[in-house]
Each structure stands twice: as structure tokens, then as C-alpha cells.
């Protein structure tokens, strides 16, 4: 079957750095996307991987590797803005996208 | 760019009756348009993949003649929920995928979503 995991839920200090891990069993792989959802809001595109290596956007960065069916979005500088969840989402052979159950991050102060 | 938009966005409606959610990609063509549910503190549920000009193939589990689906252009899709009851309060969420065989086009860029609330 096709499965992504991702932790349910993480907590950080606001100005640290977090670490969301993602790791993935599909059929066939076109890609991996993570997205962020605030609570009663729709998820906005955060970023694609679709080689390996890191991919950096802002104080967002992705990373991925393909041999590991590992991901991981990493948060630099945290804000309290940052407190959402985080889906992870894998593109199979089909160009179908399975999710991830998505990691609620908290932000202190 | 890739803004996707729907319409309503909230809505009250008594049991019984039908509610039409409209999505439309404002700024591309979609040739894919896909239909969620999320209930509350609950993951996305994907409900139904809908191409533009033909039949949407639906999730197992989810009603094709209670949740109806046309996806008439490429930039518009509907989703009617027929004789909606209070089970069906939700969080309908439609993405739109834009033409490309893979890569960064594939993104499903996310409408904001519509609240049902069935009394």
C-alpha cells in the first residue's frame, strides 16, 4: 500500500529552528510537496522536491532523497505566524497526490 | 499567479436541501480539479478527481449521486451536495492542477475553501 509518515505534532520557541521529517512508501514517485495549513484555512504550496538535495526558499528549505523515501521541511527563525499544519504530499506514478496526515507545529514564545 | 477561488464560502442551509460550491483556477487553465473534505481537526480527504469534460472518478466510500461533480471548462468545477443533511457539515476544500506531465506544474494550488453547516 502507499503511506506517508510524518509526526502528529511538534513544538519549537519562537527564533529556533524545527525540523518536520516526512518519510514515504508510494507506487512510483513524481515529486513530494509540502504544504502549510492555519487552522481553518486552505493549505498554500510551500515548496516541491523532485531530485535529490536541498531546496532552499527563504527561510524555508526542503530536502529531499529518493533512495531513503525521506523528506524533510526545515523552519529557520520561527515565528509565531509559523504555528500551522505542515502536509507532506507524495506524487505517485499515476500523478496522483497521496497525503501525509500533516504535523500540527507549535510555536512558544 | 495560480489563484483558485471558491464560491461560497460559507454556508447555512436547512436538511434536505441541495448546496452548490463553485471552484474556478483564475489565472490558468486546469485541466484537473479535485474535490476535499475536512472535518475538523481531521486530515484532507480526498472525495473525487474531476477532468475537464468527462466524468469525475470518485474516492470508495463516497457518494457519486449524493456529491455531483462537473467540470465544465477548464477553469471552473462544481460541486453540488444533494440533499445535504447535518453529516455532511464540513469543509469542502477544491485544488486545480495546471496542463504539464510533471514538475512544479503539477502543484494543486487550493481554493480557500467552503464551510457547510446543514441545520
Known amino acids: 500500500g502507499q503511506n506517508i509518515d510524518q509526526p502528529t505534532e511538534m513544538t519549537a520557541t519562537e527564533g529556533a529552528i524545527v525540523q518536520i521529517n516526512c518519510t514515504y512508501q508510494t507506487s512510483g514517485f513524481n515529486g513530494l510537496f509540502w504544504y502549510q495549513q492555519h487552522a481553518g484555512e486552505a493549505p498554500t504550496f510551500l515548496s516541491y522536491?523532485?531530485l535529490d538535495g536541498l531546496e532552499e526558499k527563504g527561510r524555508f528549505s526542503s530536502f529531499l532523497s529518493r533512495s531513503k523515501g525521506y523528506s524533510y521541511l526545515l523552519l529557520k527563525e520561527l515565528q509565531m505566524k509559523d504555528s500551522a499544519s505542515y502536509l507532506c504530499?507524495?506524487?505517485?506514478?499515476?500523478?496522483?497526490?497521496?497525503w501525509g496526515a500533516g504535523t500540527k507545529l507549535i510555536i512558544k514564545p | 499567479g495560480a489563484v483558485v477561488s471558491q464560491h461560497p464560502s460559507w454556508v447555512i442551509c436547512k436538511s434536505g436541501t441541495s448546496v452548490k460550491i463553485e471552484c474556478r483556477s483564475l489565472?490558468?487553465?486546469?485541466?484537473?480539479m479535485f474535490w476535499y473534505r475536512q472535518f475538523p481537526k481531521q486530515s484532507l480527504m480526498l472525495m473525487a478527481t474531476?477532468?475537464?469534460?468527462?466524468?469525475?472518478?470518485?474516492e470508495q466510500g463516497v457518494e457519486k449521486d449524493k456529491f455531483l461533480i462537473n467540470h465544465a471548462s477548464l477553469t471552473l468545477s462544481t460541486l453540488t451536495v444533494t440533499s445535504a443533511h447535518p453529516e455532511d457539515s464540513s469543509f469542502y476544500i477544491c485544488?486545480?492542477?495546471?496542463?504539464?506531465?510533471?514538475?512544479?506544474?503539477?502543484?494543486?494550488?487550493f481554493g480557500p475553501g467552503t464551510r457547510l453547516l446543514v441545520l
Open positions: 485544488s486545480a492542477r495546471a496542463l504539464g506531465t510533471g514538475g512544479p506544474q503539477e502543484t494543486q494550488y
Open positions: 474531476s477532468n475537464e469534460g468527462s466524468k469525475a472518478t470518485y
Open positions: 504530499a507524495v506524487m505517485d506514478s499515476n500523478y496522483q497526490l497521496i
Open positions: 489565472d490558468f487553465q486546469a485541466t484537473t
Open positions: 522536491n523532485v
